[in-house]
């Protein structure tokens, strides 16, 4: 694998940056997280969030957060993982979190993907309601999925809200009307590698324009690997492309994108993260 510490310019001492979604429980880094994550610390990705997306994953998760200081984790069932879960699910994590609160910033994630349809649409629906006042109960931001599911997602967002610990959703992937009613909600959005494809003209307008102070970024690794690493495994240390790229977009330099994105991140999932 290619070392990216050679393809992007160092961000400045005073400088870092946060990896607000990765999955780092998941196999593809059994091997060497270790190095995975000292590459990210090398680029001053100095904090990561590892994403739970089922009552294992999240448990997985929590481990992690407790093994690695620089690693915090997010608890929740993702949509394609319902079937599996049972009622006494929702208990478990709810335990989880009182056992592991200075190691969970977030609740997720979370939400609605109707293009693999592993579950039906009714059912994703139910379980999205119950998780977010989960969520809210337990004072934790929520971490939304939404793939092809834009209209329904905001719709079950605005009856549920408010959110008073905040949300943000995760791999955006609507248009500006749809940021601009995402952030309406108060929700960040953030950003993934795909902003580097060279298809991706949607999401680099929505990147282009939206007020910098909604914007987090992530890699949603193992997978959307940025350019020049496309359809290889992502690690955090990517993540510089992504900032790259959405710097050179705005016209702005990569440690001025790199500083206000990670007070974003501070924002939302603080205390937590500090």
Known sequence: MNDPRHLFPDLPEDTCIIDTHCHLDMNDYAGDLDAVIERARQKKVEKIITI?????????????????????????????????????????????VEENRNYIVGYGEIGLDYAKKYCPAEQQ???????????KTLNLPVIIHD????????????RCGPFPAGGVMHCFSGDYSIARRSIELG??????????????????????KIPLTSMLLETDGPYLAPQPWRGKRNEPAYILATAA?????????????????????LVLFNPGLH
Request: hydrophobic residues 45%; charged residues 25%.
């Open 187 to 208: 929700f960040f959005l953030s950003i993934p590698g795909i902003i580097t494809f060279k298809n991706a003209g949607t999401l680099r307008e929505v990147a282009r």
């Open 245 to 265: 790229c959405i710097a050179d977009l705005r016209n702005i330099p990569l440690e001025h994108l790199a500083r206000a994105t990670t007070a974003n991140a």
């Open 125 to 135: 629906q139910l379980h999205f309601r119950i998780q977010l006042e989960l969520a």
């Open 52 to 96: 739970g997306i089922s009552l294992e994953s999240s448990k997985k998760a929590v481990a992690l957060a407790r093994r690695y200081p620089g690693v915090k984790a997010a608890v929740g069932i993702h949509p394609h993982d319902l079937p599996t879960s049972v009622e006494s699910t929702y208990a478990d994590i709810v335990k989880l």
């Open 147 to 158: 793939r092809d599911a834009h209209e329904d997602v905001l719709g079950i967002l605005e």
